[in-house]
Structures are given as C-alpha cells and as structure tokens.
C-alpha cells in the first residue's frame, strides 16, 4: 500500500509561485508514476502532470508548471510560476505501481494511490 501526502498549497496572489510536494511511503518510489491533479470547485478533476518514463504536462500546466521527483526522498513536486486565479483548485497527488511513457494525458483511474489533496487558492 502506498501513502501519499501532499504539502506546500496556500493562497498567493496572481503572478506568484508555489511549489508542491508530494512525499510517498510504502513500495519502492522510484519504480512508480506520479501524476499531479487538481479540482477546482463545481468542476472536474483534470489532469496537470505526470512524471514516469518521461514527463508529460496537461494544458494547465504548460509553460508555467514543473514536474520533478527525489527518489532519494520519496518525494514528487510540483513548481507552479505564473499563477493565475483560475489555478484555484484543490491539487491532488497520485501514484500508479508502475512505470509508464505517456503520449496522452494520462485518466484518474491510470492512478491507484492518492492523496488527500492540497488547497491552492490564488487572488487576483
């Protein structure tokens, strides 16, 4: 079983950064995929980020957004630069058992593990 907890959400201003982490337990971290997602209220969640074979951004994060991992710290983050209010959302941390490359944005039900989420909130 796999535990993830995110850290690092909070308010900022528009323009501002964050940058989250996720730190994983249980398993071996450096053989799995970690995505990123966020739900902002009244909508779905939609995918950002994933970092596995390769990395692979959704359009929200494109240009703005980074994905990184510390397998020596069990832990995947995510830089955010530029932000802008509609980035206002609860960020989710999610894990798959395994190694993949992604050509596609990868779907929530790609990810077995998941965190409880982390409150972004950005004002303009």
């Known amino acids: 079983q796999v535990q993830l907890v995110e850290s690092g959400g909070g308010s900022v201003q528009a323009g501002g950064s964050l940058r989250l982490s996720c730190a994983a337990s249980?398993?071996?971290?450096?053989?799995?995929?970690m995505g990123w997602f966020r739900q902002a209220p009244g909508k779905e969640r939609e995918f950002v980020a994933a970092?596995?074979?390769?990395?692979y951004y959704g359009d929200p994060a494109k240009g703005r957004f980074t994905v990184s991992r510390d397998n020596a710290k069990n832990t995947v983050y995510l830089q955010m630069n530029s932000l802008k209010p509609e980035d206002t959302a609860v960020y989710y941390c999610?894990?798959?058992?395994?190694?993949?490359?992604?050509?596609?944005?990868?779907?929530?039900?790609?990810?077995?593990?998941w965190g409880q989420g982390t409150q972004v909130t950005v004002s303009s």
């Open positions: 249980g398993g071996t971290f450096s053989r799995y995929s």
């Open positions: 970092i596995a074979g390769n990395i």
């Open positions: 999610a894990a798959r058992g395994r190694s993949s490359y992604y050509v596609t944005a990868p779907g929530q039900t790609d990810f077995a593990f």
